[in-house]
């Protein structure tokens, strides 16, 4: 039998605060943090709402305790902000010690920088420090300043696949542990707004205007966000012989494509269904004890028909409570498997179940609707967090209450 | 390895005829930049003319070399499809950077965008293969392939996959070649292959593939024994972490009887060929693959084709892949036939 | 309105790459997807690109948009009706 893959430390930066307490409470409050972008150059600045992180680059810097800031990206810094804080939360001072993987999850890593400097890097003409962002155009760059920054070098890699990948992420990590490879593993992902991504979901017309409305019948689109988030995997003998305080156990998870199209998923929900069904398999649960699903959620036409067919034909009649929490944060994309993953922890550990925003009528396709209001002192023992994306790629992630 | 993995099949895009027929690798002329391109096979026979029209090269490439691996291996659906690829589709993602402002950010082709995500290969395979189960994308740099080639061995051992299609692949555009001569990743004067490992000069000649294994648990005549990566190593961990993966293995440094190394000529970081090659007996016979494919970041894909090739050919029992990508991230390979 | 749907049809094997097929070949009220041509959703969206930068008319809904490009007949009317708007 495999070892146990424990939740030891968490972090975490997103529209709705700068930290996992700052998320807390803006979720308690059910306070949105969705608005106009103050950061991003882009013409659709003021049309297209965003959920931003409420701090210039230079202030991510400060709070990163980065003095010489050249060549890390808001990407980076995000990063370097969300593993800081879960290494601290996991009792973690000198990360070096133990030799520790590095799983991280970038879509389009410095893209939030180097976009405003990459016609310069093609005129011959220009000569500067912006050259020094060269190396920020691909997805590695962030992973290995984070890594180099905090002595994570047992396995250094970054995954890509699209909005799943920070999913994907913490299934490698865990899998590298369960394999024996290291005992200690942190995974998560990192997205800044760009205008480049901005664009690229503007083009193909699934952004809402509006703040962006999951499971509801006028659902038009998502909402982009940025934040970053990594979640400490340590093995359950590894994590009791140093006396770490489990959060959670990531009991489950799966990773299906749907092979339907490149970027719709299929009406039914065939691949939701089957990573869902999958990896609560894996966890030695059933359906019934299942209490909440953070569902991927992201408002657009496709997903939410797809993803709720799924639900009704995984669950029946007994869907439990499910919402998403992208009217929050914006869809985070890279990052956004991991914060809700941590969603998923801090529901199992305030034994809270999170409001899905902005939702007003039940979509003509579907029986079910998501849960609309903040319920407290909820008995959350198993939490489905979802991540779908481009390219077909499905990732279901179970998160249990440790001991159960 | 408690489950023996083995490489049952594979297919390469590269500089070289590698494609079809018998493999003679070459040291190609260079006659404008220190770029190796690589060759483009039909596809026609590949992909359906409606699929076909909207995709780009990097893509084209991509799909294409994976199907020849599945042929090669007389399989249709491999258990999970994993890849490694530095850049993606660089021109989808240039030409929707260049869009964004000659549009001025209005009325773009979504296609573009669409196809810069990284996983866009990946998917393609999965929908024209109907592969339905786990699928997954490295992004980084010389850990790319490497980071799929040990999920894929993670698959087999853990019993989920019977075979993986496991594959590396990036393009290099002209674009991307001058902006990364900004920063010191090329030789500055034209330098043929035949001549890069002798220059004496920093920087490297740029190369691109497109490389796929079928990796299973059936029996083949090239086994995967393990690998290694190293992140950032000083020469002195370089040399004692070699000495001990062999010996992890239970292979003697004298029973390696080839090492393909990734040795580009840049001065700044074949210090760490040295280092590997001092481990092994003098002797051992050696292989530059990087004058047939060029650097990138997934060349150590084409590294280890050359390894399946040259074990296939009966000349040799037990090879080594030693390659690095600048410096940074650096992988042993070990391959037995 | 001939002359815009012929022109249509040029466009749309350009914009679509639609290498062998030629003008002659879509028949007016032939559906462009599923069937028919064969274009999916994507294609859809480039079609939307193709009416926004060569007839300046801005598609937001993409159930608008799908209603629209029914068939090049569909699209020439919607063309020509907000020309004349």
Partial sequence: ?404 | ?337 | MEALKLKLKQQIIEALNLQDTKPEDIDDNAPLFGEGLGLDSIDSLELMVLLERSYKIKVEDPREGRKILQSVQTMAEFIMSKQAA
């Fill in chain 2, 1 to 337: 390895m408690d489950i023996k993995c083995y490489i049952q099949a594979s297919a390469a895009i590269s500089p070289q005829q590698s494609f079809t027929g018998d493999y003679t690798p070459q040291l190609l002329p260079l006659t404008e930049r220190n770029l190796l391109r690589a060759q483009e096979p039909g596809y026609a026979g590949f992909i359906p003319p409606n699929s076909l029209r909207r995709m780009s090269r990097l893509l084209k490439m991509g799909l294409t070399s994976a199907l020849q691996c599945l042929r090669n291996g007389n399989a249709s659906v491999p258990g999970a499809i994993i890849t490694g690829t530095g850049r993606g589709s660089l021109q989808d993602t240039e030409k929707f950077l260049h869009d964004i402002r000659t549009y001025e950010e209005t009325a773009l082709n979504p296609t573009p965008f669409i196809q810069s995500t990284y996983n866009s290969v990946n998917g393609l395979v999965a929908l024209q293969q109907q592969c339905t189960d786990y699928n997954n994308t490295f992004v980084h740099r010389g850990f790319s392939f490497e980071h799929a080639l040990l999920d894929s061995i993670l698959q087999i051992q853990e019993g989920a996959a019977q075979s993986v299609l496991t594959g590396g692949f990036d393009e290099m555009t002209v674009e991307h070649h001058y902006i990364k001569s900004r920063i010191g990743y090329w030789k500055t004067a034209l330098t043929q292959p035949a001549d890069m490992l002798e220059s004496g000069t920093q920087g490297t000649v740029a190369g691109e593939g497109s490389v796929f294994f079928l990796i299973g648990t059936a029996p083949s005549a090239v086994e995967l024994k393990g690998m290694q990566m190293l992140y950032k190593p000083t020469p002195e961990q370089l040399s004692a972490s070699l000495t001990q993966f062999l010996a992890q293995q239970g292979v003697a440094p004298e029973e390696i009887d080839l090492l393909v190394s990734g040795r580009n000529g840049d001065t700044r970081f074949d210090h760490f060929y040295d280092v590997a090659e001092k481990v092994l007996p003098s002797s051992v016979e050696k292989i530059h693959f990087k004058q047939y494919c060029g650097e990138y970041d997934t060349a150590g894909a084409f590294g280890m084709w050359t390894v399946t090739q040259e074990l296939l050919s009966g000349r040799h029992k037990t090879a080594l892949l030693y390659n690095h990508f600048y410096g940074e991230q650096h992988t042993f390979v070990l391959l037995q036939a």
């Fill in chain 1, 1 to 404: 039998m495999a070892e146990r893959v424990l939740i030891t430390g968490i972090g975490m930066i997103s529209a709705i605060g700068n930290n996992v307490e700052e998320n807390f409470r803006s979720l308690r409050a059910q306070r949105s943090g969705i608005g106009y972008s103050q950061y991003v150059d882009t013409i659709h600045r003021n049309v297209l709402p965003v959920g931003e992180v409420k701090c210039s680059t230079a202030e991510l810097a400060e709070m990163a305790g980065i003095t010489d800031a050249t060549g890390f990206t808001r990407t980076t810094l995000l990063g370097l902000i969300a593993m800081q804080e879960a290494l601290l939360s996991a009792g973690i001072r000198d990360a070096a010690e133990t030799p520790t993987a590095f799983i991280n999850a970038s879509t389009v890593g410095g893209m939030c920088d180097t976009e405003k400097i990459y016609f310069d890097i093609l005129d011959p003409e220009k000569e500067g420090t912006f050259l020094q962002l060269i190396d920020a155009l691909d997805c590695a760059d962030c992973t290995q300043r984070i890594a180099d920054h905090t002595g994570l070098t047992a396995y250094v890699t970054t995954i890509s696949t699209a909005c799943s990948s920070s999913a994907n992420a913490l299934m490698y990590g865990a899998r590298l542990i369960r394999a024996g490879l290291v005992q200690r593993a942190v995974c998560g992902g990192t997205e800044a707004l760009t205008r480049f991504t901005i664009n690229g979901f503007n083009s193909l017309k699934n952004i809402d205007k509006r703040h962006c409305m999951p499971f509801d019948n006028d659902r038009n689109g998502l909402n982009l966000g940025e934040g970053a988030a990594y979640l400490v995997l340590e093995s359950e003998s590894f994590a009791q012989r140093r006396k770490a305080r489990p959060m959670a156990e990531l009991s489950g998870w799966c990773n299906t494509n749907e092979a339907f199209h490149p970027t719709s998923p299929s009406p039914e929900g065939d691949g939701a269904f089957e990573a869902m069904r999958k990896a609560i398999a894996m966890s030695g649960r059933t359906l019934e004890d299942v209490q909440y699903i953070n569902v991927h959620g992201t408002a657009t036409l496709n997903n939410d028909v797809s993803e709720g067919r799924a639900l009704e034909r995984l669950f029946g009649d007994n869907v439990p409570s499910f919402s998403s929490t992208k009217p929050f944060t914006g869809h985070t994309l890279a990052a956004a498997g991991a914060i809700e993953a941590i969603y998923s922890v801090l529901s199992i550990n305030r034994q809270m179940i999170w409001p899905n925003l902005n939702f007003n009528a039940r979509m003509e396709e579907l029986r079910i609707s998501p849960e609309t209001r903040l319920l407290e002192e909820s008995p959350v023992q198993n939490v489905v967090s979802n991540s779908f994306g481009f390219g077909g790629n499905n990732a279901s992630l179970v998160i249990s209450k440790y001991g159960y």
